[in-house]
């Protein structure tokens, strides 16, 4: 063979040898061996991913629920705010016969007015008949602007938050983002309808923001909830 063959024949088997995964070591040719340790040494590396926290998981449908239900609390009040353009208020005056007024919104309180008087019948069909009115009209206006409606899915939307919170109180943390989860929902579950300076929102606040800063310094990459 001559010494063109020889080398051309020695660079077709480097190379194939290259493409094949196979280096040159101090004791000759390998099959990956490079290759191998320095998977070997990049695995022992890599920090195992966490195992998913179920607390966490039930703070995301919690907190998917919350901000929905939160959605159809204001959607409400848009509603409210519609009814009473259109409607003059669930109210009636009665006037006893000295001359005294007095504005009731319900039979109930006109019965606290009259009582068992016979002198004040005619007042007392007068005012119920003008609530009933005032009732029907509300009832129209309302299921048309969708009142009703808003309101039931208003309800069913914090039932939904509520029961959810509870799993959330049953279900354990298995890290220290499934903790901050709870301390999150119950925060602003709480907050959110109380004075948020008074006891114990700050004191909760403050327990949340230390956890969440600990966890950050050991974990920098995890995710907490609220954060």
């Known amino acids: 063979m001559s ?14 040898l290259a493409l094949g995964g196979l280096f040159v070591v101090s004791g000759g040719w390998t099959f990956g061996g490079n290759a191998l340790a320095r998977a070997t040494a990049a695995a022992t590396d890599v920090v195992p991913a966490p195992a998913p926290d179920p607390a966490v998981a039930v703070w995301r449908d919690w907190n998917a629920a919350y901000e929905q239900a939160m959605w159809r609390c204001d959607r409400l009040q ?12 669930l109210w009636t005056v009665v006037s006893s016969p000295d001359g005294e007024e007095t504005i009731v919104c319900s039979m109930a309180a006109v019965d606290r007015i009259i009582g068992e008087r016979t002198d004040m019948a005619e007042i007392r069909a007068r005012a119920e008949a003008e609530l009933d009115a005032r009732q029907a009209h509300f009832e129209v206006v ?19 938050v509520e029961a959810l919170l509870e799993a959330l109180s049953e279900t354990p943390a298995v890290s220290l983002s499934g903790v901050v989860g709870k301390l999150d929902a119950v925060l ?38 609220g954060g």
């Open 3 to 16: 010494d063109s063959d020889h080398s051309m024949s020695f660079r077709r088997v480097t190379r194939r």
């Open 78 to 89: 848009e509603f409210e705010a519609a009814l009473a353009e259109r409607v003059d208020g």
């Open 142 to 160: 309302a299921t048309e602007i969708g009142y009703f409606e808003g309101l039931r899915a208003e309800q069913a939307g914090f039932a939904r």
């Open 188 to 225: 602003r579950n709480g907050a959110d309808w109380d004075d948020r300076s008074s006891f114990p929102w700050p004191q909760i606040r403050s327990a949340r923001e230390d956890l969440m800063r600990i966890g950050r310094q050991l974990t920098p990459h995890a995710f907490f909830p």
